[in-house]
């Protein structure tokens, strides 16, 4: 038996991340759900349906005093989901064994060295951070960001310069790189030459550069390296701008899950 290919492991990770993300109803893979621990938080933990303002509605002074400790807990910091914690559904654990003995097969130690060793290079295949997030077992170097992540953003106040404001790097102890992008946040009113200051997973920091010709709204342009190695922008500095057009730096997920 062959090994399997990247391909078909792709199909599997990408199956197994949206399966654990939708399991949980998780709203930062799909604002409209209306089912999860986040939308059950928001439905019975907090504000003025909460188990704390219905204990205090009581007006029982026991009861106040047993429980609204706790429901003040609860309402103060809403539960979340620990990380790896579907790994706890025996036959999710099984599908994660199953890859590991597949890969130990070939000389592998098991899923996560073969992704590790696949990624040494340049980035061939990595998982959703979903996977990473609800099913643990791979480290941060064989995930990329689960959304597109807005690392910077930057307003134009004339032709040569503007107000750059930082966002948020990738976290590297989640992810890996990424490839970034430049897109549009208005409607651009003439071609501005971007040079940006961006930092690569490994601390070194290069600078790319991209024209934006295509002056759209919400439109993408690859900057001059698409490497997806990058974490985090320190600067921007632009040419032949104009005055109140704005732009953001985004770090790209690698693919999408929504149709796994």
């Known amino acids: 038996m062959p090994i399997m290919s990247n391909t078909q492991l792709q199909h599997i990770l990408d199956k197994m991340a949206r399966w654990a993300v939708e399991s949980v109803g998780d709203p930062t893979f799909n604002a409209g759900f209306n089912a999860g621990m986040t939308q059950a938080n928001a439905d019975v933990l907090s504000g003025s349906n909460s188990i704390a303002a219905y204990v205090l509605a009581t007006d029982d002074e026991d009861i106040v005093a047993d429980l609204l400790p706790a429901a003040r807990s609860l309402d103060e910091n809403n539960p979340s989901p620990a990380d790896g914690f579907l790994l706890t559904i025996p036959e999710m654990n099984s599908m994660i064994a199953a890859l590991n003995t597949h890969f130990k097969g070939f000389s592998y130690k098991g899923i996560d060295d073969y992704l590790t060793k696949q990624n040494t290079s340049a980035p061939t295949l990595r998982a959703n951070g979903f996977f990473k997030t609800y099913l643990k077992t791979l480290s941060a170097g064989n995930c990329y960001v689960p959304n597109d992540q807005v690392i910077a953003t930057f307003t134009e106040t004339g032709a040569t310069a503007g107000t750059f404001a ?57 900057l001059s390296d698409t490497s997806q190695v990058y974490v ?26 929504a149709s796994a």
């Open 232 to 257: 985090d922008v320190t600067a921007i500095s632009i040419t032949t701008g104009t005055s109140g057009d704005q732009f953001e730096i985004v770090a790209k997920a690698d693919r999408s899950i």
């Open 166 to 222: 930082h966002q948020a790097a990738i976290d590297k102890t989640k992810y890996a790189g990424a490839q970034f992008k430049v897109k549009n946040l208005t409607a651009l009113t003439t071609s501005a030459v971007v040079s940006v200051t961006a930092v690569k997973i490994d601390g070194t920091v290069a600078t790319l550069t991209a024209t934006l010709a295509t002056h759209t709204i919400g439109t993408e342009t690859a």
